[in-house]
C-alpha cells in the first residue's frame, strides 16, 4: 500500500503496535533544556530508573539566560537555580552538555540540525512545543511534556496515537521580499490555529523545495501554532548537502549507506492524505498578525478585520478582546502602525539566513528615534561566530540594533529581554499570545526583513518598496 | 497516579476558544523544578488583576467555583506551548476533567500522565454543558461507561483511547507499564544498529 512520509517514518520506529493506531515509538535524539526537564530527572531518580541512553541526548540552556552582561550572574534567582538544576544533571549522567559562553550553545532547535544530531529519518523530541522545526530534514520532530520526557529518559520511546496525514502544497516561485516565514504565516492564516490539530504535516510543492534548509525549518518550526505537533518535509539534495560533514552526521561509507536509505524518505505518488491543502506562492504578500493568534495575520497591505466579519460568535468575541488588547480597530491600515521595539530572533528566525536577510534591509541605515530598543539575538554561538566573520555584526550595531549573546531571548518572556506593558514589537518569533513577550506587550509576528524595516522606518512599512 | 473512574460535580465554564497554555501557566511560573503548588497560578489573568488582587469574576474562587472538579472549556484548548506546567496546575486545582469540542494534541496528552481526562464532545452537547455549568447543575462524568450526564439525564456517549482508558482507570505508573516490554525494546535496538548505525556512538566517560 501506498504511504505517506509519515507513515514510513512511523513504521521505521515502531517497536510494538498496541492496535487502535497506538503504537510504542521509538525515539532517536532527545534535545534536553532547562525548563522542561527538571521533573523528569527528579521523576526518574525517585522511581530509581536509569536514563537508558545518555549517547542519544543533547543538553543545553536556552530559555531563561540573559542575552547581555552573561558573564554576570542571572538576575533571577529562580532561573539561576533552574540552569543550575540542568547542569547538575547533565554532570550526574554525563551528557553531552553546551554550556554558556561555548560556541555550540544555543536554542535547542537551531543546536541540534547544526550539530547533526538532527538528521533525516530520525524521531527527535524535546520538552518544547517548536520540535517540529526539525521536520524540515525528514526527521519526525515533536514537543512532548515532561512526563513524556521523563519515558523517554527510561525507556528510550514513547506510546502514541497515530496522527492523520495532511498535506499543504506551495505551488508557484515565492515572490522577491517575501520569505519563508510569509509563507507558513500566510499557510496558517488560511488553515486556523486548529486546523492540524490531529495531523502531521507534509509541506511539498516547488515554492517548498527551492526553500534553503533555514528556510524550511522556519516552516516546519510554526506548524505547531497550525495545531499539528509535527511538521515534514521530505529530505533531497538541499537537504543531504547541509547535513554532509557537520559534527554527528555519518561519515565514509556510512554516509552513502545513510543517504541510501534517507532517498526512500517521501510520501509514494499515490498516497493518500487525510487533508489537502493548496496555496499558490506567487500570491503572497509580505505577512503581519494584527491580533493575539497567529492565525489573526493579512497582507501587510491590508487592514485589521472586523469583528463582525467573523461568523462564529467566539471567534467574534475573541477578535473584540484582540484589538483591545492590541488598541487596534477595525479597518485600520496595518501600513503605517508604530512600533517601539523589534526582535530578530527565536528558533523560529535566528539562524545564519534570517540574519543576513535583516542585514541587507539594515545596511546603511539607522533605527528610527522613536524605537525603544531593537534587539537581533543570534541562535547559537556558531550562526554569532558565522555573521560576525561575513561583518553583519558591524552592520546592525552601526545602525543601532543590539547585537546580542545567543538564546531565546524575548521569544517568551521567560528571561531579561521582555517588552514593557503597550508597548508594540516587529517580532520574528513564533507567538503572538497575550502577555508573551511580558506582561501588556503586543506582539506583531512578522519575517526578518519586515522586522528589519519597521525598526529603520519606526513603523511597519512594505519591505518590497522600501 | 490517582484512579479515575467517575465522578460528580458543579463545573466551571470556560467559552473563550484558543484558551493557551501560556493562560493557563504563564511562563513566570515555569522557573520551578517541582510539579506540585501551581494551582495558585493557574489562569492567572482570569482570576486575579494587575495588582495580584482577586478579580470578583474569577469563575475559579467564588461559590461552587471553588470545588468544581470540572471544566467545560471553548474549542482549540491547550494550544502552544508544550509546558506540562499547564496541567500540573489544574490538577494542583482540583480539576479532574476538562470537556470541550477539541484539544491541541501535546496539551491533551499531558493530561494523560496527570490523571486528568479529556472528553471531547461535539459542539452542541458543549454548547448545553456550557448551560448547565452555568446553572449550576451537576455533571456526572463516568469514564468507565465512556458517558456523560447531567442531573440523571440521558447520557451522551464520548470516544476515548482505549490505553488511556486502562492507564486511567487502573491508576498505572505509564514508565513501568513499557518497561514490561524491554526486551522489545532491546531488541529494536539491535536491528537498528545494524540498519542505521550512525545513530549510536560512544560518548566518552
Known amino acids: 500500500m501506498a504511504k505517506t512520509l509519515y507513515d514510513k517514518l512511523w513504521d521505521m520506529h515502531l517497536v510494538e503496535d498496541r492496535g487502535d493506531d497506538v503504537g510504542l515509538i521509538y525515539i532517536d535524539r532527545h534535545l534536553v533544556h532547562e525548563v522542561t526537564s527538571p521533573q523528569g530527572f527528579e521523576g526518574l531518580k525517585m522511581a530509581g530508573r536509569k536514563l ?3 549517547d542519544a541526548i543533547m543538553a543545553v540552556p536556552d530559555h531563561n539566560i540573559p542575552t547581555k552582561d552573561t558573564d554576570k550572574p542571572n538576575p533571577d534567582p529562580m532561573s539561576a537555580m533552574q540552569l543550575a538544576e540542568l547542569e547538575k544533571n547533565a554532570k550526574e549522567h554525563d551528557l553531552e552538555y553546551f554550556p554558556m559562553g561555548d560556541s555550540r550553545q544555543g536554542i535547542v532547535h537551531v543546536i541540534g540540525p547544526e550539530q547533526g544530531f538532527t538528521l533525516p529519518g530520525v524521531t527527535i523530541v524535546c520538552g518544547d512545543s517548536h520540535s517540529a522545526t526539525h521536520g524540515a530534514f525528514g526527521a519526525w520532530g515533536f514537543g512532548i511534556g515532561s512526563s513524556e520526557v521523563e519515558h523517554v529518559m527510561a525507556t528510550q520511546t514513547l506510546v502514541l496515537k497515530k496522527a492523520k496525514n495532511m498535506r499543504v502544497t506551495v505551488e508557484g516561485e515565492m515572490p522577491v521580499g517575501c520569505s519563508a516565514k510569509d509563507i507558513v504565516l500566510a ?38 501554532e497550525g495545531g499539528a505537533r509535527a511538521g515534514l518535509i521530505a529530505p533531497d539534495e538541499t537537504t543531504f548537502e547541509y547535513v554532509k560533514g557537520r559534527y554527528l552526521a555519518p561519515k565514509g561509507a556510512e554516509w552513502d549507506m545513510a543517504v541510501a536509505q534517507w532517498r526512500t524518505l517521501h510520501s509514494d505518488e499515490d498516497a493518500v492524505f487525510d487533508k489537502e491543502v493548496v496555496l499558490d506562492a506567487s500570491e503572497i504578500v509580505p505577512q503581519i498578525t494584527w491580533g493575539t493568534s497567529p492565525e489573526d495575520v493579512v497582507p501587510i497591505t491590508g487592514q485589521v478585520p472586523s469583528p463582525d466579519s467573523f461568523k462564529d460568535p467566539n471567534k467574534r468575541e475573541s477578535a473584540v478582546k484582540a484589538l483591545d488588547y492590541m488598541a487596534l480597530h477595525a479597518g485600520q491600515d496595518m501600513l503605517g502602525l508604530k512600533i517601539d521595539r523589534v526582535f530578530v530572533g527565536s528558533c523560529t528566525n535566528s539562524r545564519i539566513e534570517d540574519l543576513r536577510e535583516a542585514a541587507s534591509v539594515i545596511k546603511g541605515r539607522k533605527v528610527a528615534d522613536t524605537v525603544i530598543e531593537a534587539i537581533i539575538v543570534p541562535g547559537s554561538g556558531l550562526v554569532k561566530e558565522q555573521a560576525e566573520a561575513e561583518g553583519l555584526d558591524k552592520i546592525f550595531i552601526e545602525a543601532g540594533f543590539d547585537w546580542r549573546e545567543p538564546g531565546c531571548s524575548m521569544c517568551l518572556g521567560m528571561n531579561p529581554d521582555i517588552a514593557g506593558p503597550g508597548e508594540r514589537v516587529a517580532s520574528t518569533s513564533n507567538r503572538n499570545f497575550v502577555g508573551r513577550q511580558g506582561p501588556g506587550s503586543r506582539t506583531h509576528l512578522v519575517s526578518p526583513a519586515m522586522a528589519a524595516a519597521a525598526g529603520i522606518a519606526g513603523a511597519f512599512v512594505d519591505v518590497r518598496n522600501f | 497516579m490517582e484512579k479515575f473512574t467517575h465522578m460528580t460535580s ?14 493557563i501557566m504563564p511562563s513566570d511560573y515555569l522557573k520551578t523544578i517541582k510539579r506540585t503548588g501551581l494551582g495558585k497560578h493557574a489562569f492567572e489573568s482570569l ?30 484548548f491547550g494550544c502552544g506551548s508544550s509546558r506540562e506546567h499547564a496541567p500540573w496546575g489544574i490538577a494542583d486545582l482540583g480539576i479532574r476533567c476538562l470537556i470541550g469540542t477539541s484539544f491541541a494534541d501535546i496539551f491533551a496528552s499531558n493530561c494523560v500522565k496527570n490523571g486528568i481526562l479529556t472528553i471531547t464532545l461535539p459542539e452542541e452537547d458543549v454548547a448545553a454543558l456550557m448551560r448547565d455549568a452555568k446553572a449550576g447543575k451537576k455533571i456526572t462524568v463516568d469514564l468507565e461507561a465512556q458517558t456523560v450526564s447531567v442531573d440523571g439525564s440521558d447520557d451522551r456517549g464520548f470516544e476515548y483511547n482505549p490505553q488511556h482508558k486502562y492507564m486511567m482507570v487502573n491508576g498505572l505508573d505509564e514508565i513501568g507499564q513499557t518497561l514490561l516490554v524491554e526486551d522489545k525494546i ?8 545494524l540498519q542505521s548505525p550512525w545513530l549510536y556512538r560512544e560518548l566518552p566517560q
Not at chain 1, 496558517?188 to 504535516?201: N, Y
Not at chain 2, 482570576?47 to 471553548?74: C, E, M, Q, W
Open chain 1, 52 to 54: 537508558r541512553r545518555r
Open chain 2, 10 to 23: 458543579t463545573a466551571i465554564a470556560l467559552e473563550q476558544s484558543n484558551i493557551d497554555t501560556d493562560i
Open chain 1, 187 to 224: 499557510i496558517i492564516g488560511k488553515i486556523g490555529m486548529g486546523g492540524g490539530t490531529g495531523h502531521v504535516i507534509e509541506f511539498d510543492g516547488p515554492a517548498i523545495k527551492a526553500l534553503s534548509m533555514e528556510g524550511r525549518m522556519t516552516v516546519c518550526n510554526m506548524a505547531i
Open chain 2, 186 to 193: 532491546t531488541a529494536f535496538e539491535e536491528q537498528q544498529r
Open chain 2, 47 to 76: 482570576r486575579y488583576t494587575k495588582d495580584g488582587t482577586l478579580r470578583n469574576d474569577s469563575p475559579f474562587d467564588f461559590g461552587a467555583g471553588k470545588t468544581s472538579k470540572i471544566l467545560v472549556v471553548g474549542d482549540n
